[in-house]
């Protein structure tokens, strides 16, 4: 059963942008459950562990890891139970599959993942 499905992924220059976008099913996810859990953005590489890149709070406030700090904006419409990745000044170093999921991560939540390739 897909509860998390991302997309938006796709090839990119380098220096280029990509906005990234993850639909919570609301079969799982009342607006009221989504709006209160802490929601993250992930990604994997080839030959790399997944990491949390990015995360958001049901307040709105987000962190992010360091090496895109500057460069990715996640945000939330908990109406619409979406989040969202804004990537800018990519770099081949960001080529990876990108999932969303609940911060710490839910096993059961994790979709297919959208692949982005930064590369010229």
């Known amino acids: 059963q897909v509860q998390l499905v991302e997309s938006g992924g796709g090839l990119v220059h380098p220096g280029g942008s990509q906005r990234l976008s993850c639909a919570a099913s609301r079969n799982i996810f009342g607006i009221t459950v989504f709006s209160s859990k802490d929601l993250g953005w992930y990604r994997q590489a080839p030959g790399n562990q997944r990491e949390l890149v990015a995360a958001?709070?049901?307040?709105?406030?987000?962190h992010y890891t360091d090496s895109v700090k500057g460069r990715f904006t996640i945000s939330r419409d908990n109406a619409k139970t979406m989040v969202y990745l804004q990537m800018n000044n990519l770099n081949p170093e960001d080529t990876a599959v990108y999932y969303c999921?609940?911060?710490?991560?839910?096993?059961?939540?994790w979709g297919q993942g959208t692949q982005v390739t930064v590369s010229s």
């Open positions: 958001i709070s049901p307040d709105g406030s987000t």
């Open positions: 999921n609940t911060v710490p991560h839910t096993f059961r939540y």
